[in-house]
Structures are given as C-alpha cells and as structure tokens.
C-alpha cells in the first residue's frame, strides 16, 4: 500500500512510481524491461523453487529490476547485496562484498542466497560473536535489529583506531 498520498484514482501521481521511472530511465534498464516483460521474473523462478521473496510489492519490483543487471551476474557466484527498504535512486547496491550502512529497518535482499539477510546474518557479517547470546530469553528480532543498528560496526572501529593512532606511527617510522 502506497504513503505518498499522491497517487489518485489511477496511480498515476505516485511519488515512487515516478521515482521508479526516472531511476529505470537513467540507469538504462528500460531496454532490458522491455526485452524480459514476456519472460518469468528472478522471483518466480526463485518461488517455483519452493523459496520465498518479499511480500512487499515495492520490495518484489525492486529485486526483480536488479536481478538482470550484469553486476549480479551470475547468481550463484555473486556478492550483489541490495538495500530494499530505500527508494530506488538512493537504494544502494553492493557488488564487491561490502555492506551499505544498517539501520534498524535496513533489509538486504541477497542475491546469492536468494532471501533478505536475517538479524543473525547481518551481526555475523558485522563480526560480532554470537555464540553466547541465547536469543530464546525474551530478545526478539526486533530488539536485536534495533541494537545493531545502533552498534559500531567492528571494521569501521578498527579504521577508527587506526586514524587516531596514525600521527604517532607517523612519528615511529621518521
């Protein structure tokens, strides 16, 4: 269901739909839309499969509009993570094995694994060992998700240090 309060009767006057547009336009997707629109979708393949995609609408666009590119290509071996939950120019796309930056209502659509990253998956690739949290004692997703995205990612912590502590290797090494 739309928020943008824009769209009309026709849907037409739809914010992210114009967004869409634009972002489809300007990225040179619209020729490789035209080309697919009689062929089955990344999703339905994926769900004839027997997997599951995302049940929000804009979420199911946006995973199928990526899917073709060729920075994802091929889909076994690819490390493209999408962040779904952005509106599709400022949604960032990921190829190279990094993260964008989480927030507590980020979910990333990887495609290698074919599903949105889960709480557990996103701590893990933050490097953060799990292994003596026991998420049976009242911690719920939503809980956990809002910790993490308020926690500092390890790597980004060690950059950190390492610019902090830069004037004085400076001085060591002369």
Known sequence: ????????????????????????????LADAVSR????????????????????NPRMRILVNLVAPKVEVQPLNDT???AD????PPYGSL??????????????LWCFQIGEVLSVH??????GLDLSAVAFDQGMTETWFRQRLGLALHIGNFGLVLLAAWSPALTQCMS
């Open 36 to 55: 697919k629109s009689s062929t089955l979708t990344y999703l339905q393949v994926l769900e004839m499969q027997g997997r599951r995609g995302p049940d």
């Open 121 to 126: 998956h996103l701590a893990i690739l933050m």
């Open 79 to 81: 490390l493209m993570v």
């Open 1 to 28: 269901m739309c928020k943008c309060h824009n769209c009309g009767e026709d849907g037409l006057g739809c914010s992210w739909r114009r967004l869409l547009a634009t972002s489809v336009r300007e990225s040179g």
């Open 84 to 87: 779904l939950s952005q509106n």
């Open 94 to 107: 990921h190829g190279e094995g990094d993260l964008p930056t989480l927030t507590t209502s980020s979910h």
